[in-house]
């Protein structure tokens, strides 16, 4: 193992997490050449259907489901619609008052404004490789 490099990758935690910071994860890189030929996609194969792409397919209709009453209670505060999305989501949609306590603990993170957004497969495996 002494030929092999160790690099650090810096990952930071999945939305609806309490970890609000970045952890690098040891990664032993081998020396050489990597063949990921196996890995490549090959079309769609036998006994695979392929997925429709009309309107119900969207991103936005893949949004989870937000509980209404506790979306009106909480922008009723002043909160903006996506501070309160990100809340339920990281309270399992368990209320207003869970998500309120969860908005003051995390009145500081960054990213509080960027909207919620549901990656496809293909995007949560490209981020993991």
Same mark, same amino acid.
């Given at each position: 193992?002494?030929?092999? +490099?160790?690099?650090?990758?810096?990952?930071?935690? @999945?939305?609806? /997490? /309490?970890?609000?910071? #970045? /952890?690098? @994860?040891? @990664?032993?890189?081998?020396?050489?050449?990597? =063949?990921?030929?196996?890995?490549?996609?090959?079309?769609?194969? %036998?006994?695979? $259907? +392929?997925?429709?792409?009309? !309107?119900?397919?969207? %991103? &936005?209709?893949?949004?989870?489901?937000?509980?209404?009453? =506790?979306?009106?209670?909480? +922008?009723?505060?002043?909160?903006?619609?996506?501070?309160?999305?990100?809340?339920?989501? *990281? /309270?399992?949609?368990?209320? *207003? #008052?869970? &998500?309120?306590?969860?908005?003051?603990?995390?009145?500081?993170? !960054?990213?509080?404004?960027?909207?919620?957004?549901?990656?496809? #497969?293909? $995007?949560?495996? %490209?981020?993991?490789?």
């Amino acid at each position: 193992m002494g030929a092999d +490099e160790t690099r650090y990758v810096p990952v930071k935690p @999945i939305l609806g /997490t /309490t970890d609000s910071v #970045e /952890t690098d @994860i040891p @990664i032993v890189v081998p020396q050489g050449d990597l =063949a990921l030929d196996e890995y490549l996609g090959k079309g769609l194969q %036998a006994g695979e $259907e +392929e997925l429709p792409d009309g !309107p119900g397919s969207s %991103a &936005a209709s893949s949004l989870p489901q937000f509980d209404a009453d =506790a979306m009106a209670q909480l +922008e009723g505060m002043g909160f903006p619609p996506v501070r309160c999305q990100k809340a339920l989501l *990281a /309270t399992g949609n368990s209320g *207003a #008052e869970a &998500a309120m306590e969860w908005l003051f603990g995390h009145m500081e993170d !960054p990213g509080k404004r960027t909207p919620v957004r549901v990656r496809n #497969e293909t $995007e949560c495996n %490209a981020r993991h490789r």
